[in-house]
């Protein structure tokens, strides 16, 4: 494949959006201005920026986010309620708002090593539910959906009424859990839209930019990588432009599948990186 020919002769338009989690330093956060402008090529419906384990990164979260609004692009901030109070939500929404934010990622989100209790909000239901309590339908609310299920759930089918219990507190659409294996996606969608939850779906995307980090993070998160495609990284070493290459063709082969069987739009985790992103988008015919 040629990296400036896109896969689908029949090049259809694909909305995307990108995600950011903020950086720890004056350094990071240049480079991620930088990488921000280059993707903004792509002409993103919104940019999300990641919250760390009991919100324990929303100062930079924020700034993130502020810097995105700045810029002229369309912000979204994941907000966790583990461990936090109905009056801390409350405050929280309000600082949004007064941002301009109209769109948020609502999580249950991880307790810090250490913390005692989950607070006042049980299920990342339960934040929906109250937003929209709280604000109406100021806020798009994007909430997490697991083809391959959540890690921590009991079983498929009742990581799927979790995912239901979501989208009836008000959720607007979903962004899964990064994946490989498009049959678990569509078997996913389907099962939720015969439970009533119908909202759109939006695919996941890990760009491959190096084998440890993608299987480290995989075997993390409860995503499975394929046999196949874990022992072909593990094959390549340290051959990092050929890991690069081989990531780039069966990431981009992913989202064609995708785009092929509907999808509604593509969600990029860009791991702060801009160059796996652009040259997929390329390839798909989607970068300007």
């Known amino acids: 494949m040629s990296a400036s020919k896109p896969l689908s002769s029949a090049v259809s338009a694909l909305p995307l959006s990108v995600e950011f989690f903020p950086p720890k330093t004056p350094e990071g956060a240049e480079k991620l201005r930088a990488v921000r402008q280059q993707l903004y090529a792509l002409r993103p419906e919104f940019c999300s920026v990641t919250y760390g384990a009991g919100g324990s990164t929303q100062d930079g979260t924020l700034q993130t ?27 929280k929404l309000a600082l949004f708002q007064s941002m301009g934010l109209r769109r948020l990622v609502a999580l249950r989100g991880d307790l810090p090593s250490g913390y005692g209790g989950m607070g006042e909000f ?7 539910a109250f ?9 798009h609310l994007e909430v997490a959906a697991y083809p391959e299920m959540h890690p ?4 498929p089918e009742a990581d799927l009424q979790a995912y239901v219990a979501k989208v009836k507190a008000g959720a607007n659409s979903a962004i899964t859990q990064f994946f490989f294996n498009t049959d678990a ?4 969608v389907d099962d939720a839209h015969r439970l009533g939850a119908d909202i759109p779906v939006v695919p996941g995307i890990m760009p491959i930019i190096n084998s440890s980090g ?8 409860g995503a499975e990588v394929p046999r196949w495609i874990r022992l072909r990284l593990q094959s390549y070493g340290d051959d990092t432009a050929s890991i690069k ?17 509907g999808a509604p739009a593509l969600h990029f985790y860009t791991m702060n990186q801009s160059t796996a992103t652009l040259e997929i988008c390329q390839r798909l015919g989607l970068a300007q």
């Not at 049980?122 to 934040?127: G, P």
């Not at 921590?152 to 079983?155: E, L, T, W």
């Not at 996606?185 to 996913?188: G, I, P, Q, T, V």
Request: proline content about 0%; aromatic content about 10%; hydrophobic content about 40%.
């Open 122 to 128: 049980r299920y990342a239901a339960d934040l929906v």
């Open 214 to 221: 993608i299987l480290r993070f995989a075997d993390s998160c």
């Open 131 to 139: 937003i929209r309590a709280e604000t109406g339908d100021h806020f």
């Open 245 to 261: 290459a081989f990531g780039l063709d069966v990431v981009a082969q992913l989202c064609e599948q995708l785009r092929q069987g």
């Open 65 to 91: 986010v502020q810097a995105i609004l700045d810029e002229g692009q369309q912000g979204a901030s994941h907000f966790t309620c583990v461990g936090a109070s109905r009056d801390s939500v409350r405050e």
């Open 152 to 155: 921590q759930a009991k079983s």
């Open 185 to 188: 996606y569509f078997r996913f």
